[in-house]
């Protein structure tokens, strides 16, 4: 988590573009980091994970999609969402030993939980960047940062622009 990319966004950010078939690690990673960053969409991704059981890795994956101007046919958002099942079963079950565990450790022990917490969730971006990359990419279409959203669940679509905040050089 260096920070370095070596590419620049289409408006000159610095925030990494996927390539048109070819999601590089570095080039999700940096923009997840830049994107969570921001409090309101930091907060909609955890409400779409505690509460409607979503994927934040998923959801921050087709918002980058969508700002390089992307999209996904159902097909391959099924696809993805399939990719992550044993990761998201492990992710799931240390989030939730962590959480236990939180008022038993020192703050440095918790620390180290957190940290490794972040590489699963590396990890499972790896799994979702293979994935995509054998999925055709559109460049027209819904979003599919939309319709994840309402597969999970109808009320859940609410959170999709508070998730977009920020994208295609908006400040909503």
Not at 49 to 64: C, E, P, Y
Not at 124 to 145: D, F, K, T, Y
Request: net charge positive; with cysteine; glycine share 6%.
């Amino acid at each position: 988590m260096d920070g370095s990319s070596g590419t620049t966004g289409r408006d000159g950010r610095g925030t990494p573009k996927p390539l048109k078939n070819n999601a590089t690690a570095d080039g999700l990673w940096q923009f997840c980091l830049q994107h969570y960053s921001q409090q309101e969409v930091k907060h909609a991704c955890l409400k779409l994970q505690d509460q409607f059981k979503g994927n934040v890795n998923l959801a921050l994956l087709l918002a980058w999609l969508e700002d390089a101007g992307f999209s996904l046919t159902n097909t391959s958002l099924a696809a993805l969402r399939q990719s992550i099942t044993q990761s998201e079963t492990l992710l799931n079950r240390y989030r939730l030993m962590r959480r236990d565990l939180k008022p038993q450790l020192s703050r440095g022990a918790y620390q180290k939980m957190l940290n490794y917490e972040l590489t699963l969730e590396k990890f499972q971006q790896q799994v979702l960047l293979a994935c995509i990359n054998e999925q055709p990419w559109r460049v027209s279409g819904p979003s599919a940062l939309e319709m994840y959203c309402s597969q999970l669940d109808p009320a859940a679509r609410y959170l999709y622009p508070t998730l977009t905040k920020g994208l295609h050089g908006l400040t909503e």
